[in-house]
């Protein structure tokens, strides 16, 4: 394996076959360092074409450093809404003050430094650092990790320590001293685009002929396979009374932390009727329907929520710390989970229609 054929091969491929992505810059520049900070979190496990429109979106609404550390964690988590994985969004923000408080608003091109920022690892840090500042520092996320394994032909499963030091160390000799930020930028391409986890298109790869694993016929091998995902049950419950809804707010802790949702509860074996649902959340409830289904993915959870409407009986209560009562059109202002997203507009959709919906009885099952 020759590593200057292999960045020759790389970076010329890159320039045919690069896409006009919102961050990047054009061919020959350097794209701006807020840019590159806010979409690398953002593409954090999360695809290229989900990216874009929050992006875009972001960085209007917060156009620089200094707009971002001004605002309220609300208004960046209401942006970031339906993106998901929401502790990247606070990490960003409290980044982003750590940048204005003791970087005078400037982002460092230095690796080490960027690895003191709140929600910057290894793979960040090396991005930013040569993708903004064209530093020669490797890079390792999904795409790269496949197209190394591949092209050394190392084992499926590389999650352990010791495949990812080497890995790191492969993707360290790999990055060329001139456009290391182009040459990470086309790794994580070639693996995107061409490399992908299943079916490869070989025959376009520009390094095909230094790939092990397709001369040993090992290319489904040396791809990484995805652990299996528990399957988690809720149902969702939206409460209304005189045209406004339950809602309350999540933990400052854990998953989705901080937004909002409609009231949830474990799912029962079998579907609740409002007996149930009224012990469940504590009021009294009528006119208790089901009205949809939502499947929700996570990278080690798989969610099924089962949506059900109902009214509160009699009057209504204060709301308790940290629940409101909110009429739908106020929904806007307020972060909420994709699957609570999902269910507004389920509840939407129901109360717009004439048709009679399911009954309570209907079982809780798969599918959206």
């Not at 909110?326 to 269910?343: G, T, V």
Request: charged share 20%.
């Amino acid at each position: 394996m020759t590593i200057a054929g292999i960045q020759r091969r790389l970076l010329g491929w890159y320039d045919r076959h690069r896409r006009p992505l919102p961050w990047r810059a054009a061919p020959g520049a350097l794209p701006e360092a807020y840019h590159v900070l806010v979409s690398e979190i953002m593409l954090q496990q999360t695809q290229v074409a989900t990216v874009i429109p929050y992006f875009q979106r972001f960085v209007n609404r917060f156009p620089t450093l200094a707009s971002l550390a001004g605002a309220s964690e609300q208004q960046v988590l209401r942006l970031w809404q339906g993106l998901g994985y929401y502790s990247r969004a606070r990490r960003l923000l409290e980044a982003a003050r750590v940048l204005m408080r003791l970087h005078g608003g400037v982002i460092p091109s230095d690796p080490k430094v960027l690895l003191t920022l709140p929600g910057i690892g290894r793979y960040t840090a090396g991005a930013i650092a040569s993708l903004a500042f064209d530093r020669q520092a490797p890079v390792l996320d999904g795409n790269v990790a496949r197209v190394l394994g591949r092209l050394h032909d190392l084992q499926a499963d590389g999650r352990g320590s010791a495949a990812i030091a080497t890995l790191w160390q492969h993707a360290a000799e790999l990055v060329p001293r001139r456009r290391p930020g182009d040459f990470n930028s086309a790794l994580m391409e070639l693996g995107a685009m061409v490399c992908t986890p299943r079916s490869p298109a070989c025959e376009k790869c520009p390094v095909a002929s230094y790939c092990k694993a397709r001369r040993q016929r090992n290319i489904e091998r040396a791809a990484a396979t995805a652990r299996p995902r528990p399957t988690e049950r809720r149902c969702i419950i939206t409460i209304g009374h005189r045209q406004r809804w339950l809602l309350q707010r999540r933990p400052p802790e854990g998953r989705w932390a901080g937004l909002w949702q409609f009231l949830t509860i474990v799912a029962p074996a079998q579907a609740p009727d409002a007996t149930a649902l009224s012990a469940a959340c504590g009021l009294r409830l009528t006119a208790v329907r089901w009205i949809g289904q939502i499947t929700h993915d996570l990278t080690h959870r798989h969610y099924e929520f089962a949506v059900y409407a109902a009214k509160l009986s009699g009057r209504r209560p204060a709301p308790r710390a940290g629940q409101r009562w909110l009429a739908l059109n106020q929904l806007a202002r307020f972060p909420l989970p994709k699957p609570h997203l999902l269910a507004a507009q389920m509840l939407r959709q129901m109360l717009a229609t004439t048709d009679r919906p399911q009954s309570a009885n209907q079982p809780i099952r798969g599918g959206p």
